[in-house]
DNA sequence: TTATAATCGAGACGGTACGTCACGTCTTAGT
DNA sequence: ACTAAGACGTGACGTACCGTCTCGATTATAA
């Protein structure tokens, strides 16, 4: 008896939210990809997701919200660090990820975001900052602790020219960084000891 | 498509012109200091101007056109290299050139628009960076000729990190950068023995 | 102790809808004292009654249904005639009635619902005008039969008149009718010796 | 010259605001005749008159203006008095004309929101109202200077019985008043003498 | 006592309409 | 030759209720 009622149970895997939730975040990808987080709206979602306006905005207050759901998967890769045993490689390896996210849709939607300035994002993108600077920071610190590095080097702006620099880059020269680009960047940014020792 | 359905004839020479095109610009600044280049409106600039709304699409098709014309005398102060013997002082004047313009509502504006990637802007963007960079290639370019710089030395890259080094501070520290902040960037993108010669 | 308890509870108040159902009657009033029965809501409702929605839905599936149920008492006091000897007697009392109830929230909302014309209303307003008008056809038809209106008297204009009188009343005037308005209207409405006689 | 310019002058009546304004019109009156007052949509509105919805809420800022601005052609009847040389005879014409602007969809509209104590109706229902029930006063008030209508009659009575009789009686018995009806109203509400000496 | 049948609460959803905002276009008249 | 004034279509915004549905949890009554 109990058995026939529910018949779909099997089927469907979790509540009829779990379906809304990912197709709408499915949806946010792909309207983000087609037309850039600058100018897609609630409803361009909402039709793509085959889902009711409405009901994104039970869900997501905003197109902030809408964006933080949707790129959190990419930001959490930023919590694990690297292991590579110098610093060059430690950043190298956190500059590959930084450019190989910014690929994906939801990762230009990221950097659109961060640099949009809207004001409905300013703390979003201060929270994303924030972590997507912390493995650098954590790396260089490891330099330093392991003598790889001068302590009197600067960290902090070493950290903050090499992200910003992989960040940015494909806005500036419009096209994605190689790695050897990357590496330009860290034998720049970082004192060239550190750095031949890296590459060595 | 859209652009050749425009009815918007450009900027034009003329007595009363001069009068609305002066007081737009004015009005123009003021919006985007009192709400920034994201969110301000044709609407609000006309008010502001006390001039009609269609008389601004008229001269102005789009913002991006209102913002080229409000930003451009900032730009043009990129094209006058400052000559002060060294790269590190030279970058220095650059740079604290790019700190002092963002500190204005204009620049404020053009950085938002530079970062805000709407499309729109594109041309724009693109347009002002390399405006913005040249300065910078002239100034290593220089160095190079007179061997204060190696030969070797990626110019290209060092200039972009200090471009955007600068440009971005105030988006990542929530203050604009100190002449020091400005020291330690260059001392970080350039070779030590030129930025030690720079600071000597 | 506890088996005897919860039989008793069980025998008193029977499903305990009861309570769910009195509550909503309650909040029902209360919302429509507050908004006026054009402009209340559901959602108000059932928050008053600190009730699910979906509760309410389930036993009123409309607004019509609720307004049913809480202006049900209000009719029923229209079943028992009066009996005071005289047409004026009889009416006045009547229209006494009417204007009494329509001092009470849930007769404001019936006046209201009555003159809504929602269509979801058709009916129960249908239903309700006939059961106030009822009376006074009753009364009016006894006055006939005690010789003491003239039988060519148009007795359903009268009461037609009456009625109406004294229900669109505050409508029209902005305050309830006084007792000496009452008497205002069934005497220009009664045949003047009935209408002496009552007021004598 | 100027003739081939305006070349459309001849054919279209007035600014296209005259246009959306009268399309607009046309189909407010058919949306009230197809749904009623109650239930009438600013939406519905804009697709009947094929005119966006905005241009809608530009002129009309809520339904009761939507309501008013079709009524008022209506109304005005009611500022010319009737002169048939009776009380009787006066009334009459003015109920006659009531039922016939109930008639027409404006008319039930009217009504309806008349009836509807929306609240946002509240004025302009205050307004009609006393502008319908001005010449019922008029008409009286010249029947006592004649002499026709004892002065100790309840003028302001009879003419709300009349006017409210006439207005509700289509809500009250599902049908039009015929002309006997609106007779037997007056006969019922006027004192005898008069109501005799008008039709006699 | 223990099932079984009624409720109820909670939460989500699709949907319609609201009223507002800014956009970019157009026309007419005025200077 | 320009500008002012004003209207319009368009698209999106975010909100409010509507009515419906499904899922446990709780309770009442009957086996």
Redesign the pocket.
Known sequence: ?TES??R??GV?RG???????E??RVATLAEMARVGFAS???????KA???????????W???AALLASVVEPLIERYDADPDTGSVHGDLLALTVMIRDNAALPEGRALIEAVTSGTG?LRELVRAMTARTLAPFHRALDRAVRRHELDPAADVKVIAYLAFQGVAMWEQAHDRPPTDDDLNRILRTVLPPASGLRGVA
């Open positions: 008896m009622t529910r779909t149970r469907q509540p009829r939210s779990v379906q809304v939730v197709s709408v897609f709206t609630i409803d361009g979602v909402a997701a085959n889902v009711n306006r409405t009901t994104i905005y039970r869900r207050p905003s197109r409905e």
